[in-house]
């Protein structure tokens, strides 16, 4: 994230906002409407034919603390876990 704390030293302490454009071709993920990461949905395919991303999905929000099989008991979280909007749209097509 040093990208973006370089640019702004307060980042870390304002909201931001991730998008993910997921069609038929690609996924690309954003931060801040910057392009981080894309990958060919055609490019995930197993050696069986299987695509993961050609599956039904579904959103989960989870701080996953201790996820790592840590003991998080002992350590000092932040106080707040801010999510101010979730929305998913789906472009409609004729196919």
């Known amino acids: 994230m040093s990208y973006f704390t370089d640019k702004d030293p307060q980042w870390e302490h304002k909201f931001h906002t991730w998008r993910m454009e997921w069609d038929r071709n690609h996924i690309r993920l954003f931060l801040d409407d910057e392009l981080l990461n894309e990958i060919a949905v055609s490019d995930a395919d197993y050696e069986d034919g299987f695509n ?3 599956q039904p999905h579904h959103i989960l929000l ?4 201790g996820s790592n099989g ?3 008991s002992n350590t000092n979280f932040p106080l707040k876990y ?3 909007y979730v929305r998913v749209f789906q472009k409609k097509t004729d196919e």
């Open 52 to 54: 993961p991303f050609r």
């Open 62 to 65: 989870n701080l996953a603390i």
């Open 70 to 72: 840590g003991d998080p």
């Open 82 to 84: 801010e999510i101010n």
